[in-house]
C-alpha cells in the first residue's frame, strides 16, 4: 500500500502536468509519430477525423512529424 505522501506527491506531479500540457502535448505527439510510421511500415491507411467524419487516409500522405507550437511562433 503506498504511503499518503508518495500518493499526495502523485497526485501533485500529475496535476502540475496536467496544468502545464507541455509533457503530455509531447507524449502525444510522439504516440501520433509512432503511428503513422507503424502504418507507413505497414501499407496499412490512417483513421483521421476530417470535416467531422471519420475517414481513411493513405499513410504516405501523412506527415510523419509534427510541428510543435514553438515552430509557428518564429
Known amino acids: 500500500m503506498p504511503l499518503l505522501r508518495d500518493t499526495l506527491w502523485d497526485q501533485t506531479h500529475i ?12 507524449a502525444m505527439n510522439q504516440a501520433v509519430r509512432n503511428a503513422i510510421r507503424l502504418h507507413q511500415r505497414m501499407g496499412l491507411p490512417l483513421a483521421v477525423w476530417r470535416d467531422g467524419t471519420t475517414v481513411w487516409v493513405n499513410p504516405e500522405a501523412v506527415p510523419t512529424e509534427i510541428e510543435s507550437e514553438d515552430s509557428h511562433s518564429s
Open 15 to 26: 496535476a502540475q502536468a496536467f496544468a502545464e500540457g507541455t509533457p503530455i502535448d509531447e
